[in-house]
């Protein structure tokens, strides 16, 4: 099974990598030496969890549909390809868009677009992949070995970027994405060969597929997944939604080069990592919900150190902010994710993740969408663009506060009885519905 492991984390690796040039790299480039609105920017990126709904559509139909006797190869394959050529295009468009804006906004939109939809078609592939090739047991550790070759692959993909693009110049940056395009293609395939057996029809069971209205009406009726729902939706948006503005306000307060930005990536990550191989230990000792505390505070009082940089002027502050906020990222995660295993009911375990992986998805849309909007309001009424990062970085410690509140009320014990509560009728007309 090792061998299946680690072809799932390349394949893992791959899809994050293309992600990585456009968050940490051509974000920046687009809003600080393009000049392009913070707001239509982040719309742009955050399209993959715009597009994140559509994970349920192409899940069900893969699992009937296969291709050439596979099941789950041929739409890794093909999101894969999407996601490489539309990184590829990406910066291209990024410069067209800064010179004729009707012609740059249709290209920004294919190739955005492109990235977005094969991120959600190959990880909707290949975590159901790792699901049934894995089996109950295996799942944790399969997801595990997954994550840590994820975050390795996104440091050393921040740390070459930031090489290729020294000095920066619009071709460095393009060369940059063809090289990252071409090295996820590469590893993505390797991780494909032979990894899935053809699919005979009726010889597995295929995982149940729910529809919006069954996640809503599950939600709603169990007040603790409500709350549990609403944690989640603001801690990540906290947490995540500076991911497109933390390299800009480097270039704007501090006035860092795009090589040093791009760097900030693989600080955040080193720290991320660090967090996440402690979090197992400190979860042992503390619990879960301490955990989760504790990496929300961290990540908040480094958001508010982030803040104060701007004010003060301070790199090294900054610096300190940003190795708080990859700590308690790593710890949130690691805490939250055990969590949400626990906010489950046996009966409705792909019910209750579905409804937590949209929880992710629409915070990290909010999130990226309100920073975007704030900063360039403030931007525009102050007359001064690091005022707009600062308010944005207060606001998003304020939402960390205010999930700090909810957490507390939070109470698995309670969420498994209000569950277990749910009438015969009900319990039959969600399993009818789905």
């Known amino acids: 099974m090792i061998r299946e492991r680690l072809q799932l984390g ?31 920017v982040a719309l742009l990126v ?41 990184a590829i295009l990406s910066p291209y468009a990024a410069f067209v868009l800064a010179a004729d804006r009707q012609a740059g906004l249709v290209l920004c939109i294919l190739a955005f677009g492109a990235w977005g939809m094969g991120y959600n078609l190959a990880a909707v592939s290949y975590l159901s992949l790792a699901s049934e090739l894995s089996g109950e047991k295996g799942r944790a550790r399969t997801i595990a070995i997954m994550w840590f070759m994820m975050i390795v692959s996104i440091i050393l993909t921040a740390l070459a970027v930031s090489r290729i693009v020294d000095p920066f110049s619009p071709a460095a940056l393009i060369r940059a994405f063809w090289l990252v395009g071409a090295t996820a293609l590469l590893l993505g395939i390797v991780g494909l060969i032979r990894l899935e057996e053809s699919f005979v029809p009726g010889d597995t069971q295929t995982p149940k597929r729910y529809s919006w209205a069954t996640l809503l009406r599950i939600i709603t009726s169990n007040r603790q997944a ?71 505070w961290g990540a908040l009082i480094g958001l508010v150190f982030i803040a104060l940089s701007g004010l003060l002027t301070r790199q090294d502050v900054f610096y300190g902010g940003v190795v708080l906020l990859g700590l308690g990222s790593g710890l949130s995660t690691v ?4 969590l949400m295993l626990d906010m489950t009911t046996a009966g409705n375990v792909g019910l209750f993740i579905g409804a937590w992986g949209v929880s992710s998805a629409l915070a990290r849309w909010m999130g990226s969408i309100m920073g975007g909007a704030v900063r360039d309001i403030v931007t525009l009424l102050a007359n001064n663009p690091v005022a707009g990062y600062v308010i944005v970085f207060f606001i998003e410690a304020l939402l960390l506060f205010i999930s700090l509140l909810l957490l507390r009320q939070v109470d698995v014990e309670a969420f498994r009885q ?8 009900e319990r039959a007309s969600l399993m009818g519905e789905a």
């Open 335 to 338: 805490a939250n994710l055990s």
């Open 226 to 296: 409500t709350l549990f729902f609403c944690y989640l939706i603001l801690l990540l948006a906290a947490i995540l939604g500076q991911d497109i503005l933390l390299e800009p306000f480097g270039g704007e307060a501090f006035g860092m080069p795009v090589t040093a930005t791009t760097r900030i990536t693989a600080v955040w990550g080193v720290c991320f990592l660090v967090a996440l191989l402690a979090a197992s230990t400190l979860e042992g000792r503390l619990g879960k919900r301490n955990v989760a505390r504790l990496g929300a």
């Open 10 to 40: 390349l394949i893992h690796v791959a899809v994050a990598m293309t992600l990585v040039p456009i968050n940490s790299t051509l974000n920046r480039v687009m809003i600080k030496e393009l000049g392009i609105s913070a707001t239509l």
């Open 46 to 86: 955050s399209l993959p969890y715009l597009f994140s709904p559509s994970q349920i559509a192409i899940g069900s139909y893969a699992d009937h549909h296969p291709w050439w006797g596979r099941r789950r190869t041929p739409y890794i394959l093909l999101g894969l390809l999407l996601c490489v050529g539309g």
């Open 418 to 425: 209000q569950a277990d509560r749910q009438t015969v009728v």
